[in-house]
């Protein structure tokens, strides 16, 4: 049951240590406005519950057809096929699969059971200088679970950072910032057109966020995802920097990561019963990515390349 | 570690120390009977002699005749086979395994090793000859029989009892420190010349003290003796000598070697060699794991130190001392039979040395030494010396720091043990604080006190779950299908799970009795049938009291340990038979038992439950007591046997027993399948860590068995 305040995740990652400083608790908001096609996690964009099914493990020995309530599933010779049309995800196919073929993603988790789980770590963050980042998914289509998360996490005295791609209202943010010790903030494209191409939204209401948080006082982390085709060029880059430059006049802007794109979530994808857009792509290469470094190390900012 | 990393690496070692690793790592792993030769001979020729006395006489005469040896770049000399990476061979222990694996030895799939085709006839025409009926493996083997506890111990391998049986004892930290540089051999047979006065041979009583102490004595000179062989090696390769800078490097060593091991070192490459000495005269005396040389960085220092100070020496040709020194630890394998090589992989020999940690009167004890050794083994990426590092409250952040250093690089040391768990530990046992402030470490973890402190890690290995097995099958061992354990009753009559649990803690406690039987008579047989005059010549209390260590002489007893393996699978079965049976009642008993009888097969939906139960390490309460429960109840239980001078203590250190004791245990409540690998120490199953979505993690497994492992290393080894 939905009780108020509760929040739909997907995921809470302890001991995580490529999102934030130090040590720290992720925690993966299920919903996202963007369909950016390389996204590694897909079961983050919907944010109701979804059904995941993993071709690899299972057997066709129809157990979950059999339990179905509303008779979504049906097995034809050498294939499980899954029609989510009248499916309520009440999760009978998960429990009654014997080899753990069917996932369901995305439960409800009150504040209190989340600070409980981030508590443990406390001691982590104090000496690794870590502390917990919402992620995902979008924490800001969360807003009121959000900020009383933020809140929550703050009374405890542990580190918050979020992750964000920026595409909300400003108005969001700024119930956030004041318990926010850290902005993870994705700049995909600086190009409107392009960037609606592959996430499926323009980027005007992201630019215009940024330039309002750039204008406050919150440490700022700039995430570039390097995409074959799409950005992984110095021209794109280059906008970028000239972006920054522009408005950072604060300077609190403390880095700029470059995230090379690979393909850890395709599998996802299919057991979803998505399409991979991006099936030909590779990961850029350390000479390309040393170069697109170069020209935001060109532009004054602290440039890393994050290798998963 | 990646190449590039590697090349630094090796581009970080002195030239000479390069070019020794790299002749090292061409050297394939040989069986040497140079050893065995000399001690048939010697028991040959004195049939009716006391054993103290023939075993003396026989480390004497390997002392006299073994080959000797000097690499070309060698500064630090000497091995007990006059071959590098020579394991030696000793009959008089066991020798039917090599029997069965003369042919094949050398392709074996774990730890292969070379015999020369002549040793392999010596071997069959004179020393395995010798040696039917006589051996402490034959002897173990025969009294356990009859006792009738051979099928749960060597036949069933359920508890695996070879050990002790087919090695010698080994597993303690030589008193270096304060026997052996502060006396040399000359010293320590002194003190036994001054002691024999004490005793009177037409007293019966003390007999067996005069044994002992003229066995110390011949040992003693054994050694000597054995230093004036490599004396003369080096003078005789230095008159030969056509470089300039190799012949002065081999007048020193004939200089250090006229004078060590007999007297005591006085300078820092003497230390080096009177102690890599003392390493070779335990391999000569036993092929044995874990003769683990403590605390270096303390003793050494001040005679580096001083060397510093006298301008004797500079500091990186200390360095580079240490360096021949370390890769030195790396020339003895342990020779293990083909099955042992499994539950201790790797011919490793366990040789632990130790950095860092605090004085015996308290404060940081780290120097120079402590951090030159690291820099030593990071740069080196070899697999022996063992090096643990203590870490206290007081150590710097540059020490932790340097520490990090060399655990970045993959070598997997340091281990790192925290000061305060381990003294607490062996002040619970009665040690005095400055000997437990002054603790090293022995093998893989085991905590100990050099030269005061004698104890066995283990003569028995075996595991946890196989007595959940029992309780599930009313005493049948599921992979043989043999009732091997207690019948505790049809466990469908089983009414609540507390008397499942009672019927599973009572054929824990029978496999315990069982261990606790072999121990004692393994002890016996070492006791009566393998005496230990170099071992005793460096323990604390042994010459004084005029006992071998195997008599008790020594100053602190302890154990032996009982090693058991599987604390994951236990905690994962238990909670899943309370879970499924007793609270979800989703499987009934009768359908678990079946399930487990056909190793799940048919049964998928079963072992799915099974495994969705949950699962030990993911911080949760449920399923860690039973572990927590498990461990305490155990070590009160084997506390409750008396070794031959000391209660038996538990290890949970399976080392890499964990694998071959997996081969004993069939399918557990747990969801593992049978026959394959249990967990190892204390920390989560495989897998078990990434099977829910919602967290636990490296986090739950780094952190949870905190106070758990405190709990049962305190109640593991040491004391008196």
């Known amino acids: 049951m939905l009780k108020n305040g509760d929040g739909t995740i997907f995921n809470i990652q302890r001991y995580s240590v490529n999102d934030g400083p130090g040590i720290r608790t992720l925690v993966f908001f299920k919903g996202c406005p963007l369909r950016c096609e390389w996204c590694s996690n897909p079961e983050s964009q919907k944010k109701k519950r979804q059904i995941m099914v993993f071709d690899n493990l299972c057997t066709l020995c129809g157990a979950c057809a059999a339990v179905c309530p509303n008779s979504c599933i049906t097995i034809q010779e050498d294939k499980r096929i899954y029609d989510p049309k009248n499916c309520d995800r009440c999760g009978q196919c998960r429990d009654i699969c014997p080899n753990s073929a069917v996932k369901l993603v995305g439960e409800k988790i009150s504040i209190k059971d989340v600070v409980a789980i981030a508590e443990k770590d406390y001691l982590f963050y104090l000496n690794s200088g870590g502390g917990v980042t919402l992620g995902g998914g979008e924490p800001t289509m969360q807003p009121e679970f959000s900020t009383n998360l933020l809140k929550a996490l703050k009374k405890y005295g542990i580190h918050t950072a979020i992750e964000t791609c920026g595409y909300t209202e400003w108005r969001i943010f700024e119930r956030l910032l004041p318990f926010l010790d850290l902005v993870l903030y994705d700049v995909k494209h600086i190009n409107p057109f392009t960037h609606e191409t592959q996430t499926g939204k323009s980027n005007q209401r992201i630019l215009r966020n940024l330039v309002n948080l750039l204008g406050k006082k919150a440490p700022v982390i700039i995430r570039i995802p390097v995409i074959p085709g799409f950005n992984d060029d110095i021209q794109a880059m280059n906008e970028i920097g000239l972006f920054l430059n522009t408005h950072n006049h604060n300077a609190v802007i403390e880095r700029v990561d470059l995230l090379p794109y690979h393909k850890l979530g395709i599998n996802k994808y299919k057991a979803l019963g998505l399409s991979y857009k991006l099936d030909g792509s590779q990961t850029p290469e350390k000479k390309r990515l040393e170069e697109l470094k170069q020209t935001l190390v060109d532009h004054g900012y602290k440039t890393s390349i994050e290798f998963l | ?720």
């Open chain 2, 1 to 720: 570690m990646d190449s590039a990393a590697k090349n630094e690496n090796q581009s970080a070692l002195p030239s000479r120390i390069n070019r020794m690793k790299n002749d090292f790592l061409k050297i394939k792993p040989s069986v040497s009977i140079d050893r065995a030769k000399a001690t048939t001979e010697v028991y040959k020729e004195n049939p009716n002699l006391p054993v103290k006395i023939v075993r003396a006489k026989a480390f004497h005469r390997a002392c006299e005749t073994i080959p000797i040896h000097i690499g070309a770049d060698e500064l630090i000399v000497s091995n007990p086979s006059g071959k590098q990476r020579a394991g030696v061979f000793c009959p008089e222990i066991s020798w039917r395994w090599l029997e069965t694996e003369l042919d094949t030895i050398h392709k074996r799939i774990q730890d292969p090793y070379v015999i020369d085709e002549e040793d392999k006839k010596t071997l069959k025409e004179e020393i395995f000859p010798f040696w039917r009926g006589k051996s402490i493996d034959e002897k173990i083997y025969a009294q356990l029989e009859d006792l009738g506890v051979l099928p749960l111990t060597f036949e069933s391998g359920i508890i695996d009892a070879e050990l002790k049986a087919t090695n010698g004892a080994g597993e303690y930290a030589p008193g270096y420190c304060n026997i052996l540089i502060k006396k040399g051999f000359n010293g320590i047979k002194k003190e036994a010349k001054k002691q024999l006065k004490r005793f009177d041979i037409a007293r019966p009583d003390d007999i067996e003290s005069i044994y002992f102490l003229k066995s110390v004595v011949i040992a003693c000179d054994a050694m000597v003796l054995l230093g004036k062989r490599y004396a003369r090696l080096a003078k005789n390769m230095a008159a030969k000598e056509a470089n300039p800078r190799r012949r002065s490097e081999l007048e020193k060593i004939t200089a250090v070697c006229a004078r060590i091991p007999g007297e005591p070192p006085e300078t820092f490459h003497e230390a080096l060699q009177m102690v890599w000495f003392g390493q070779v005269a335990h391999y000569l005396e036993e092929n044995a794991p874990s003769y683990s040389p403590g605390r270096i960085d303390q003793y050494f220092y001040p005679y580096y130190e001083r060397d510093l100070a006298n301008s004797v020496i500079t500091e990186e040709e200390a360095r580079e001392l240490l360096y021949c020194f370390m890769l030195k630890f790396n020339e003895i394998p342990w020779l293990l039979n083909e099955f042992a090589s499994m539950y201790y992989a790797g011919y490793m020999a366990f040789q632990n040395i130790c950095v860092g940690g605090q004085k015996p009167e308290g404060g940081d004890a780290t120097n120079a030494l402590s951090y030159m050794v690291l820099d030593c083994a990071k740069n080196l990426q070899l697999y022996q010396p063992s090096i643990a590092a203590r870490i206290h409250n007081k150590s710097s952040q540059q020490f932790l720091n340097k520490i990090g250093e060399v655990v970045k690089t993959g070598i997997g040391f340091p281990a790192n043990h925290f000061d305060d768990t381990t003294i607490k530990m062996l002040l619970s046992y009665g040690v005095d604080p400055a000997d437990a402030r002054d603790f090293c470490l022995v093998g893989c973890v085991e905590p100990g006190i050099s030269g005061k402190l004698y104890q066995w890690s283990a003569v028995c290995l075996t595991n946890f779950p196989i007595a959940v097995e029992f309780a599930l099958t009313n005493g049948v061992q599921l992979v043989s299908g043999n009732k091997l354990g207690l019948e505790t009753s049809d466990p469908k009559a089983f009414e609540t799970f507390e008397a499942f649990e009672a019927a599973v803690k009572k054929q824990l406690q029978n496999i315990i009795r069982v261990s606790a039987i072999t121990t004692i008579i393994t002890q016996q047989v070492h006791r009566d049938h393998l005496p230990k005059p170099i071992v005793s010549s460096v323990v604390d209390g042994c010459v004084e009291s005029g006992k071998d260590v195997m008599m008790g002489g020594a100053k602190y007893n302890s154990g032996p340990g009982i090693i058991i393996a599987g604390t994951a699978d236990y905690a994962n079965s238990m909670a899943a038979v309370k879970k499924l049976v007793y609270e979800d009642k989703s499987v009934t008993m009768a359908q678990l038992c079946e399930a487990l009888t056909n190793n799940f097969e048919g049964f998928e939906m079963i072992n799915k439950l099974c495994k969705e139960a949950p699962k030990y390490g993911n911080d949760d309460d449920y399923v860690d007591d039973f572990a927590r429960d498990v461990i305490d109840f155990i070590s009160y239980e084997i506390k409750s046997f008396q070794g031959l001078y000391t209660p038996l203590a538990l290890g949970t250190l399976p080392v890499s027993s964990h694998t071959p004791q997996g081969l004993v245990v069939g399918a557990l409540p747990s969801g593992r399948k049978a026959a394959l690998p249990l967990g190892g120490r204390h920390q989560p199953r495989p897998g078990n860590r990434f099977q829910r979505a919602d967290g636990h993690h490296q986090v739950a497994g780094q952190d949870q068995p905190g106070s758990l492992h405190r709990r049962c290393a305190a109640q593991h080894e040491a004391g008196p």
